[in-house]
């Protein structure tokens, strides 16, 4: 069983940048898809980010295309979010997920606890 647990996040002004880093404790997570997705008040959680097993492969959702890179370092079983340019509609809980292919295909395994991102204007 895996554990995932997300930091790095905070709060900061629109314009800044945040790099949170979602490390895997238990057994490893190289190999098999991880994705961001963020939770803002009100709302459903939805798709950020995506990098597949062997860190190829990135796909982002529209809102952040251009803004946030994902990133992965399986030899320390962590995955990057580099978030630039936030702002303020980038406000949310930030979580990651681990899917159990090497692809994210729609379904995540196992869940982080969360990391809040609050961009104020």
């Known amino acids: 069983q895996v554990e995932l647990v997300e930091s790095g996040g905070g709060l900061v002004r629109a314009g800044d940048s945040l790099r949170l880093s979602c490390v895997a404790s238990?057994?490893?997570?190289?190999?098999?898809?991880v994705s961001w997705f963020r939770q803002a008040p009100t709302k459903g959680r939805e798709f950020v980010a995506t990098?597949?097993?062997?860190?190829?492969?990135?796909d982002y959702a529209d809102p952040v295309k251009g803004r946030f890179t994902i990133s992965r370092d399986n030899a320390k079983n962590t995955v990057y979010l580099q978030m630039n340019n936030l702002r303020p509609g980038d406000t949310a809980v930030y979580y990651c997920?681990?899917?159990?292919?090497?692809?994210?295909?729609?379904?995540?395994?196992?869940w982080g606890q969360g990391t809040q991102v609050t961009v104020s204007s």
């Open positions: 238990g057994r490893a997570f190289g190999g098999y898809a």
């Open positions: 997920g681990r899917s159990a292919t090497r692809n994210y295909h729609g379904s995540i395994r196992a």
């Open positions: 990098i597949s097993g062997i860190g190829d492969s990135p």
